[in-house]
C-alpha cells in the first residue's frame, strides 16, 4: 500500500490536567499501533490547545481560533480516531467534549474507538457516555475498545505495563477492527454523499496533506 494510501491514526489524549496519566497511555498505545503496521499514528495531546468553552456564534464563516484551526487541521487528516478517557464523576471529562463540539466535518464517517481508565468501573461508564455522541456527525463507534480498571496497577512506575503481552490482545483487536473500517469509510466519505448529510468541511483534501 502506498504511504499517503495508508489510513491515518489520531490518538487523542482526552485529559488535560497537570500530573495526568493520559500521556504514559498514549506513548503506550501509539507504540502499539506503530508495530501494528496498518496506520500512519498522530498523537494529540489536548493540552497543547487552548480550545475556548465558547464556541462561535452563527456566522458560518467567522474565523476559528487559532488553536481550533490548528487543532482542526491534524483532526481532519484523521482516517479513524482512539479517544483516551479517564472517568471524571462517572463520565468522560469536559476537556473532550469541548474538543468534540468544535468540529463536525472531522469527524464524520470516521471510526472511532475507545481506551477508558479509572478505579474499578475502568472508566466504561465514560465511553457509554461517548458513544451516544458519535451517531450525529455520523461516526462509527467500534465493538472493541479498551478498559483498565485500577490503571495505577496495570502499569509500572516507568510507565510502561507491567503484563505487556497480555495488554498487547486487546490493542491488537482495537487496531485490527479500526484497520477494517478506516479505508473503507475513507473511500465512502470521499465517494459517495451520505443521504442526508449537507455540510461544508472546514478543511479541504488540501488541509489534509502532511507537511512534509
Ligand atoms: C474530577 C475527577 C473526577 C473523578 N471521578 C472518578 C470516578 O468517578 N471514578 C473513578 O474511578 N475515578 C475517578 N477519578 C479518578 C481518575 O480516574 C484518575 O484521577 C485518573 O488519573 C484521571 O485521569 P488523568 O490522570 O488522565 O486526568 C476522578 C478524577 C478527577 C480529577
Redesign the pocket.
Same mark, same amino acid.
Given at each position: 500500500m502506498p504511504a499517503t494510501k495508508t489510513p491515518a491514526l489520531a490518538v487523542i489524549i482526552g485529559?488535560i490536567?497537570p500530573?495526568?496519566?493520559?500521556p504514559t497511555l498514549a506513548r503506550w498505545f501509539a507504540a502499539e499501533a506503530e508495530a501494528h503496521g496498518s496506520f500512519r499514528v498522530d498523537v494529540i495531546d489536548l493540552a497543547e490547545y487552548q480550545l475556548p468553552m465558547e464556541l462561535t456564534g452563527n456566522d458560518p464563516h467567522a474565523a476559528l481560533p487559532d488553536d481550533v484551526a490548528a487543532l482542526g487541521k491534524r483532526l481532519s487528516r484523521a482516517d479513524a480516531f482512539v479517544l483516551l478517557t479517564? /472517568? !471524571?464523576?462517572?463520565s468522560y471529562p469536559a476537556s473532550l467534549k469541548t474538543a468534540i463540539d468544535w468540529f463536525y466535518g472531522e469527524w464524520v464517517l470516521r471510526p472511532v474507538s475507545f481506551i477508558s !481508565? +479509572? +478505579? /474499578?468501573?475502568g +472508566?466504561l461508564t465514560a465511553v457509554e457516555h461517548l458513544r451516544v455522541i458519535f451517531p450525529e456527525f455520523p461516526a462509527i463507534t467500534t465493538k472493541n475498545f479498551i478498559s483498565l480498571a485500577n490503571f495505577w496497577k496495570v502499569f509500572d512506575h516507568d510507565g510502561r505495563p507491567v503484563d505487556t503481552a497480555g495488554l498487547r490482545g486487546p490493542a491488537t483487536t482495537v487496531l485490527d477492527e479500526l484497520a477494517w473500517w478506516a479505508p473503507m469509510l475513507r473511500e465512502a466519505r470521499t465517494t459517495r454523499p451520505y443521504p442526508g448529510l449537507d455540510f461544508e468541511p472546514t478543511f479541504t483534501e488540501k488541509d489534509r496533506e502532511v507537511p512534509a
Open positions: 485529559s490536567r500530573d495526568r496519566f493520559g479517564p /472517568v !471524571y464523576n462517572r !481508565y +479509572g +478505579g /474499578v468501573t +472508566g
